[in-house]
């Protein structure tokens, strides 16, 4: 059933009704690695920071004070920003064709904004006093980025979630006697006080609310985090007001590539090729072929800035960086997607389909964290400015198994939280006209395609 | 490299007479006015005039003579509060303003230029670098320090002193001795620096710091970390351009330094004095404890005030701690060359501040030579290894002193 | 820049990143339908995010502090 006429309530719900054998192995997977991730955690909190990690004090120490944790949690806050965005460009500007996958998105910033604060969280030396960076806001709010940027993500979470669940009142209200009663409390909590005359008025406040959303998009992934860095003098490698659209740029193309990956798997696990469709993907294509060809434009500003007469530290930091192997690494993902997504807006019978198209979001995801971790890394391996940079060494830095193992768990445990998420709530969003259709007796109902998913041999939908 | 340090003699010494005239010889203003400026400026507060006296009694001959009368003690007649003329440039004279500076002050009060005079650059306005209050000089004292890099022999017992008194954990160095080698008027050049927290007047670690654990005394301008607040997020460390912060990781040198015997509270009763522990950030804190000892019963002695471990070590006096903002503190004097323990051409001498574009506004001033771009480190007379502590990770391309060079 | 009295980062946060907050929020007021019970009721969930995320930190915070060893 095509999107044209709406989306079939009896489809969507596909996940809230069945749970496939696959769901609990990747269930199992993803707890087992949870015991894995707390146990790297302890350790590293009995142990120390600076014991278990390859952070270092920069200076004559010749370490890296923010390394893979920091990377990640500018990587985490970029992918936060594609998924609501999404979401509220529907609203905003009425795009109904994405709406399949605007739930989907929704999510994925609350999972990846509570990633990114677990990130730092990771990073700190005494976590056990996070607490503090609350307590002390209403000072260090008049001069600490820092203090902006947990006031910013807080700011971003809350506004999302409060979308998120005022979205949800008016459906889960309609579709409560078709969801699983188990969680009946939650159904009744996220519905509290709800009338019908609401409807309109939580229609205009939701509109807002994508609004101020979209708006906080460059100010929160292109301008508090980045400021985070760009306003630091004593780190030349950061320091200007480049970063910002820069790092805008990177964040909106990995988060549409999460976006991609995700709804490609939703698409896949319940049979959903003709709600989230073709064309929804052909769109995302041609907007990361566009993203990720700017990336390249800012990385080349970047290089020719540190190479043509630089100042000395700048000279040298440059050198380092395209002496770094990661850095080509990045570049070349960054052609290869660039090439692979423009043969699919040009010649989409040849070259587009869906897994080609995941692969790519893939390979765009994991090389701007690559960007993402280098700047920070690179960044603080040449710090500050004649004479203090040549008087020092150059700092290194090679994160260990336990940072490894701690971000892959974030990573894990936004799959995790999709796979519980999924059992609660709709991940397809329902329109009211769609609901009232289900039982509306004069609609035929549509017969329902094979369940791919809960057979043994699920077919390769193309 | 070394200056010989020779001290003139005395005026009651039959031999002053014709020293200064041997020193005055190359200068074109009046020989007979310095002479007699010079002896009474030596009795000053003693049976001579006072300050303001002595500047009063000599304004005009100088005004006449040069055109401008700037010396140091205008300040005790501005207290006063008489009105000074706008200093002029002298008109039609080719003589440079240090050279009227240098003459005019007279052998007794700024030295004179010469002996030693291969660290002797211009001093951009008036008067040596730090000789002036602080922009934002405020009744409160602004501790800070001078390091006279010309005295330093890199013996590192500043780093020991630190180590010993603070209990830093291996590899840490507080005031930390760079030993390097750089080209001067383009002869090689082997240079020692001893960088210490620079205790900035706007420092951006206390700005960016998200829990107020790292802030700056209102007082004495002292930068410390308040160790049971910080939440080791290094932010203060990725701030800072001078590199001098460590994460605390409770791994202290055995062979150097034992637990401080010391309470670690300050006067405001927040635990800042001594190593960071585990997972904090710490620094150079200017011997806080000292500072604080009159104050708080931490179990330091109170003589101590006043004072800081590398300095008290320092076998050569490089080290100068006091009020920046006290035209009569030891570190201000020593940049007039007043202070007992500096040589008499210290005002001449090149007087900087590290890093002062990036604007943090630093309070330590180094006197000496300032390291280029080209600056390399080297291993210097004694290793830190030599001393039982572990040095930064160089790997050293030059050789010992000694060793050929 | 230094302490002053007008301080850079309310500036920033108040007087910038808030900006849109402040649009939606005249929105929601000014715009039809007018329904302030509703409005209220956003408002109410928004209260109780921030509340949530404040509380939740400090929850965490303690639940490290039990592994934490020193």
Known sequence: MSTDDGIDPNRALKPLRTTSREFYVLLGLFALGTLVFLEAWGHQLIHGVGAVTGIGDWGISAGVPWGLYIGGFVWWIGVAHGGIAISAAVRVISIDRYRPIARIAEILTVLALGMAALSIVLSMGRPDRVFNTIYHWPFTVHHSPLAWDIAVISLYLVLTITYMTLSLRAEIVRLRDRLPKWYGPLYTLLTLGYRDQEDEKVEQILWWLAVAILALVPLLSGGVVPWLFSLIAAQPAWYGAAAGAAMLTESITSALAIVVIVSAVFRYAYGWDDIITDRIFKDLAIVLAFLALATIWFTMHDVLTGYYIAPTNIAALTEGLLGLEFFWLAVAGLVVSVIVLFAMMGWPERFFNVPLLVAVSALLAVTILNKKVMFVVEGLMYPTQPPLTNLYPTGTYSPTAVEWVLFLGTIMFVGLGYLVVSKVIPMVELETEEIERMDDPSVEPEIERPDTATDASPEVTD | MMHDGQLPPSPGDPAWDEWVEEQLADVEFDTELGKRMAEDARRIGDDGPTRAEFHDRYSDAVEAEFGVDERPTKEAVEADGRDEPTPKVPDGRPASRRKVLSAMGGVAALGVAGAGSEFVTPAPEAGPVADTPSPEATPDRRMGMVVDTTQCIACLQCSEACKEENDTDVGVHWPYVFRYEDELEGERHEGYLTRHCQHCSEPSCTFVCPTQARYQRGDDGIVLTDYETCVGCKYCQVACPYGVNYLGKDQPNEAVGEPGEYDRKGRDDRPVAGTPPKGVMGKCTFCVHRQDAEAVDNGVDPEKAGTTACEEACPVDVIQFGDMNDPDSAPRQYLRGEHEDAPSETAEKNQYKLLDEVGNEPNVVFVGPEPSKDATPIQGPRAYEDMGMQDGDYDYAGTREGDGQ | ?70
């Open chain 3, 1 to 70: 820049m230094a302490h002053e009295t007008l301080h850079i980062g309310l500036i920033v946060i108040f007087g910038i990143i808030m900006l849109p907050v402040y649009a939606m929020v005249a929105g929601w007021l000014l715009g039809k339908p007018h329904d302030y019970r509703t409005v209220a009721m956003t408002f109410g969930y928004i209260g109780v995010y921030v509340v949530a995320i404040v509380v939740g930190l400090a929850v965490l915070g303690v639940a490290i502090s039990l592994v934490v060893p020193y």
